[in-house]
């Protein structure tokens, strides 16, 4: 295990998490007719009516998965700064591959929201949990890059922290029955600039590891 960790090989893994998050709904909503990217969370792509529904639901599984392989990374790569807030990242990086990823794409979540069922609710405890554990992810990473007097990390990590907790709110707010007719109703789009946000780190750190190891 630790002959793959910090390798370009295994940062890459990264990346195609990252990537794989958007490319794949994106490709995959061209086969679901009446997906609307701006009004519809990913996760509607993955339900019991859905044309797509056992592609994307496997590919949340292979998400968590990459993620988890991932979160080893990160660990060891800080773990000499900050034994405790590596530790925090990783669990809560796990926590976000189990909750959002694998046990959302075991568990699908109903195209109607006022039809629940026991792997709806399962869908939703497990997604709303794993998205609450991802997006302190960027704060703890700019505090242990400033420990590091990487200065362009701990910006790119704290404005990234901003934007997401920014979208994360209006994600949240975008429920409420007395908003549904304004642009606070597009809960798609603030999921989706809301988990960019999250994985900006990621992706940062990612390459300028792959391009130190070139």
């Not at 975008?174 to 798609?188: R, V, Y």
């Amino acid at each position: 295990m630790n002959k793959f960790l910090n390798t370009s090989l295994s940062w890459s893994l990264l990346i195609i998490a990252i990537v794989g998050d958007f490319i794949v709904p994106y490709i995959l909503a061209n086969f679901y007719k009446g997906y609307n990217h701006k009004r519809m969370v990913m996760s509607i792509l993955g339900n019991p009516n859905s044309p797509v529904r056992i592609y994307y639901n496997i590919w949340l599984v292979i998400l968590g998965i990459l993620l988890i392989i991932t979160s080893f990374n990160l660990y060891q790569y800080y773990f000499l700064v900050s034994k405790s807030l590596s530790i925090a990242i990783f669990v809560l990086i796990v926590f976000f591959a189990i909750g959002a990823g694998i046990l959302s794409g075991i568990f699908s979540v109903n195209e109607s929201k006022e039809i629940e069922t026991i792997a709806s609710k399962i869908h939703g405890v497990g997604s709303a949990l794993g998205f609450i554990a991802l997006s302190f992810v960027p704060l703890f990473l700019s505090i242990l890059a400033f420990k590091m007097k990487d200065v362009r990390t701990t910006i790119v990590c704290l404005i990234s922290f901003v934007f997401s907790s920014f979208f994360f709110v209006l994600f949240i707010m975008s429920d409420k029955s007395q908003l549904q007719h304004t642009i606070i109703a597009n809960e798609g789009i603030w999921q989706r600039l809301s988990l960019f946000f999250m994985y900006v780190p990621f992706g940062y750190i990612a390459i300028k590891n792959i391009v130190a190891l070139m």
